[in-house]
């Protein structure tokens, strides 16, 4: 049995979807404590990792688009 191989970007998109799990657990629990919700935080946060996971995206399908046409020189 052939096991798929995990590249880069795959490995790189689990870990930003971990880490915005892990942020809103960690978020839930400190503005429950302290009563404070850290807004600014939360959408800099967020637009990071969204930012960073579309333009994993972009890259893969780029890249997917790139290997079906031959290469031509200019």
Same mark, same amino acid.
């Given at each position: 049995?052939?096991?798929?191989?995990?590249?880069?970007?795959?490995?790189?998109?689990?870990?930003?979807? #971990? %880490?915005?799990?892990? +942020?809103?657990?960690? /978020?839930?629990i400190v503005s429950s404590i302290t009563g404070i919700t850290h807004d600014s935080?939360? #959408? %800099?946060?967020?637009? +990071?990792?969204?930012? /960073?996971?579309?333009?994993?995206?972009?890259?893969?399908?780029?890249?997917?688009?790139?290997?079906?046409?031959?290469?031509?020189?200019?």
């Open positions: 049995m052939k096991k798929n191989k995990l590249n880069g970007l795959d490995i790189y998109i689990i870990y930003c979807i #971990v %880490a915005c799990v892990l +942020f809103a657990i960690a /978020e839930m935080l939360t #959408v %800099a946060w967020y637009g +990071f990792h969204g930012g /960073e996971v579309f333009v994993c995206a972009m890259i893969k399908k780029w890249k997917l688009r790139t290997d079906d046409v031959p290469f031509t020189e200019v």
